[in-house]
């Protein structure tokens, strides 16, 4: 047996993906590194886990709920120091950014609103 016709699908930066997961092509789904939700890829495991879900259920038959997006947070340690990021580290064109340091606790905060 060998591989099925061709089938293309849109994409940008990774193959194109709706609320449900579904590429351009609605009988195919795409979820992880490969899926483009809103301009936005992760490549995080967390993310896939729930994409594949919601994919599944959807490729079933299932009610299940849709896909909003997710906000990234990575927590890591540099160097013996807890590093964490959560959302978006840009603001937007109407966004504010408030940055604050602390030379006591070598702290660095930023806030994107």
């Known amino acids: 047996m060998g ?3 061709r089938r293309r699908v849109e994409g940008g930066a990774g193959i194109t993906v709706d609320a449900t ?3 351009s092509d609605k009988s195919i789904y795409a979820v992880g590194d490969a899926a483009e939700f809103q301009q936005e890829r992760h490549g995080l495991w967390a993310v896939a886990v729930e994409q594949a879900r919601i994919a ?3 490729a079933l038959g299932v009610p299940h ?4 997006g997710h906000v990234p947070v990575t927590r890591l340690k540099v160097s013996g120091v807890q ?5 978006r580290i840009e603001a937007s064109a109407n966004g504010h950014t408030r940055v604050h ?3 006591d606790t070598a702290a660095y905060r930023k806030l994107v609103v």
């Open 101 to 103: 340091r602390s030379a």
């Open 65 to 68: 709920p849709v896909y909003e």
């Open 21 to 23: 997961l579904r590429t």
């Open 56 to 58: 599944a259920a959807h």
């Open 3 to 5: 591989p099925g016709p």
């Open 83 to 87: 590093v964490c990021s959560a959302g």
